[in-house]
Structure formats: structure tokens, C-alpha cells
T-cell receptor, first 120, second 110 residues
Framework: GAVVSQHPSWVICKSGTSVKIECRSL??????MFWYRQFPKQSLMLMAT?????????EQGVEKDKFLINHASLTLSTLTVTSAHPEDSSFYIC????????????????FGSGTQLSVL | QKEVEQDPGPLSVPEGAIVSLNCTYS??????FMWYRQYSRKGPELLMY????GNKEDGRFTAQVDKSSKYISLFIRDSQPSDSATYLC??????????FGRGTSLIVHP
């Protein structure tokens, strides 16, 4: 299947610092990537849609100045949590659309392994 | 009412049992239906992908969609301890941005 690599897997930071999370599509080009947030035992919450070469589209209620998204190439999108606070502690997951014949064709959503952010 | 409803469980079954996982949805415009498996602190992995109503089988997994009742199911035959994970159902209208259920935690004990 399509491989989406996400780094780091874990990050612990002090309150007020910024953290960057990288999401890479390894065997395909992704013009669009998505960033999700997931709280324990909760569903995936879409934060924003990252478009290569243009500004990200944020979901309602997500602060674009706090969660900076950059999609500078067809294989890399980054999410920077700026001035992190303890309430930003969460599991962040990226995903990308890819075409895969083994899943019946068409484009499917494939996920990175996620990043657990803990802000002290 | 949430667009996709899913019982969070946990659902605990003995090894070898047939597992039935279910979701209901409210938006009749949904045409695509997916099941993802998510291990603890990992990203979701696409298991099954179906379009419209009907059944789809892949090994021990069978996905079933009943659009008339807005009900989707995932059956796992001969369940194994390695199947222990959270199973997320998801639906979409074709925009490829799916709406997810909250996931059902499955525990298969030896």
C-alpha cells in the first residue's frame, strides 16, 4: 500500500516552545495532505487540508496562527504547533490520498503513524 | 446526532470467535464506506473500502453496507489476538475527506 511517513513519533516539549511535525509520502506524490487530531478514545478530528503550493484550508475552530501548515513539495507537509501549551497535548496524525489498485482503484486515504505531543 | 455513530466498546471475544462491528450514519449522500484498523498510538490502516451497498470480502474480513438502513458492518472470522485494536468506520460522499466514527475497541483474548 501507499506509505506515509510521519516524524517524530513522540515529542515532549516545554510550554511556550514550538514543535514541528513532518509528514512525507514515500512512494507517491501527494498534492493534498490532511492533518488530524485525536484525543484518547475519540474519533479523528480533521484540523486542516494541506495543499501543495498554496495555503492550507482550516476547519472551523482551528487556529491557523497556532497550527502552521506548510506543503512546500509534493511529498512533504509540515505542521508546526506554535507556542505550545498543555492543552495542545494530543495525538496528531497526517494522511494523504493515493491511488491504489489493490484497494479497488480510485484514490484512498493513507495515514502516517502519528505523533504523540506532550506539552509540560 | 453525529454523522457517524459507533459504539466505543470495548468488545471482548475469545480467540476464534466471529466478530461483528457496526456503525450507523445519517447522511444519505454518503457513497463510500471504509473500515480502518488502528493499533494503540499508531495511525489508522485502511482495511476495507466499498462503494454503495453490498458485501465485500477480503480474507477473514467481510464488509457489509446497507444503504437503506444506513448501516455498515465489518465481520472478522476466526479472530486472532493480533486483531486486538480499535476499528474505525468512515464514510464519504466522494470528496475523499471521510467522516469517521469514534472507533470500537476490540480485544481478542487467547
Amino acid at each position: 500500500g501507499a506509505v506515509v511517513s510521519q516524524h517524530p513519533s513522540w515529542v515532549i516539549c516545554k510550554s511556550g516552545t514550538s514543535v514541528k511535525i513532518e509528514c512525507r509520502s514515500l512512494d507517491f506524490q501527494a498534492t493534498t495532505m490532511f492533518w488530524y487530531r485525536q484525543f484518547p478514545k475519540q474519533s479523528l478530528m480533521l484540523m486542516a487540508t494541506s495543499n501543495e503550493g498554496s495555503k492550507a484550508t482550516y476547519e472551523q475552530g482551528v487556529e491557523k496562527d497556532k497550527f502552521l501548515i506548510n506543503h512546500a513539495s509534493l511529498t512533504l507537509s509540515t505542521l508546526t504547533v506554535t507556542s505550545a501549551h498543555p492543552e495542545d497535548s494530543s495525538f496528531y496524525i497526517c494522511s494523504a490520498r493515493a491511488y491504489r489498485v489493490e484497494h479497488g482503484g480510485n484514490e484512498k486515504l493513507f495515514f502516517g503513524s502519528g505523533t504523540q505531543l506532550s506539552v509540560l | 446526532q453525529k454523522e457517524v455513530e459507533q459504539d466505543p466498546g470495548p468488545l471482548s471475544v475469545p480467540e476464534g470467535a466471529i466478530v461483528s462491528l457496526n456503525c450507523t450514519y445519517s447522511n444519505s449522500a454518503f457513497q463510500y464506506f471504509m473500515w480502518y484498523r488502528q493499533y494503540s498510538r499508531k495511525g489508522p490502516e485502511l482495511l476495507m473500502y466499498t462503494y454503495s451497498s453490498g458485501n465485500k470480502e477480503d480474507g477473514r474480513f467481510t464488509a457489509q453496507v446497507d444503504k437503506s438502513s444506513k448501516y455498515i458492518s465489518l465481520f472478522i472470522r476466526d479472530s486472532q489476538p493480533s486483531d486486538s485494536a480499535t476499528y474505525l468506520c468512515a464514510t464519504s460522499t466522494g470528496s475523499y475527506i471521510p467522516t469517521f466514527g469514534r472507533g470500537t475497541s476490540l480485544i481478542v483474548h487467547p
